[in-house]
T-cell receptor
C-alpha cells in the first residue's frame, strides 16, 4: 500500500462548479498537510498548509483534514479555467529531522469554460 | 525575484557525463530540499540540507548522487556518470525551518540524458 493515495484523474468539471479533491494516507505519523498546484512545466505552488483536523479556508479554497480517517480534501469554489492544473497533496510527520514531504501523484483538473 | 531560483532550467547530458543542478533558496531561508519527479510519478524526496550540513539523505540513491549546501553560494545536486534513468525533473524547495513553515518550490531543472 502506497503511503499517500490520490486519484490521478483527469477530473473535468464546468466553470463555476465546486471541485473536490482528495487524498488518503496510511502513516499515522503525518501531522502536517499541504496542497500544491502545479501548472505544466512549472514548480509546485503552495495553496494551503494545515496541521490540525478540521477546515481551513483561504478565498475560494478550503482544506479539510480528518486525521481519524486519514483523509484530506481540497475544495475549490466558483472554479475558473485558470484553476486547470495538477493538484498535489503532500504531508510530513512532526520533524525529528525528517522534513521531507511525501506527495500523492497528483490529480489533473480541467475546468471547462 | 524573491522566489527559489533553479538553474539551468533545462540540461542535456550524454550517458556517462556529469550533471550539476543549482538551487538558490528564497531570501531568509536556510533549509533546502531536493525532490525528483519522474514521468507519470509523483514528487519523491531526495535530500534535506542546511548550510554546510546534510540533515536527511534517506531518499538519495546510494551511488552517483551527492548534494551540498556550502556556506556561500547555491545548493548543488550532482549526478555523476548519468544514465538514461536519471532523466527527470529535479525540484528544489526551501523553508526558514521549523515544523510550521511550509516548503516553497522552484520551477525545476529538466534533465534529459541522450
Amino acid at each position: 500500500q502506497k503511503e499517500v493515495e490520490q486519484d490521478p484523474g483527469p477530473l473535468s468539471v464546468p466553470e463555476g462548479a465546486i471541485v473536490s479533491l482528495n487524498c488518503t494516507y496510511s502513516n499515522s505519523a503525518f501531522q502536517y498537510f499541504m496542497w500544491y498546484r502545479q501548472y505544466s512545466r512549472k514548480g509546485p505552488e503552495l495553496l494551503m498548509y494545515t496541521y490540525s483536523s478540521g477546515n481551513k479556508e483561504d478565498g475560494r479554497f478550503t482544506a479539510q483534514v480528518d486525521k481519524s480517517s486519514k483523509y484530506i480534501s481540497l475544495f475549490i469554489r466558483d472554479s475558473q479555467p485558470s484553476d486547470s492544473a495538477t493538484y498535489l497533496c503532500a504531508m510530513k510527520d512532526s520533524g525529528g529531522g525528517a522534513d521531507g514531504l511525501t506527495f500523492g501523484k497528483g490529480t489533473h483538473l480541467i475546468i471547462q469554460p | 525575484n524573491a522566489g527559489v531560483m533553479q538553474n539551468p532550467r533545462h540540461l542535456v547530458r550524454r550517458r556517462g557525463q556529469e550533471a550539476r543542478l543549482r538551487c538558490s533558496p528564497m531570501k531568509g531561508h536556510s533549509h533546502v530540499y531536493w525532490y525528483r519527479q519522474l514521468p507519470e510519478e509523483g514528487l519523491k524526496f531526495m535530500v534535506y540540507l542546511q548550510k554546510e550540513n546534510i540533515i536527511d539523505e534517506s531518499g538519495m540513491p546510494k551511488e552517483r548522487f551527492s548534494a551540498e549546501f556550502p556556506k556561500e553560494g547555491p545548493s548543488i545536486l550532482r549526478i555523476q556518470q548519468v544514465v538514461r534513468g536519471d532523466s527527470a525533473a529535479y525540484f528544489c524547495a526551501s523553508s526558514p525551518g521549523g515544523d510550521n513553515q511550509p516548503q516553497h518550490f522552484g520551477d525545476g531543472t529538466r534533465l534529459s540524458i541522450l
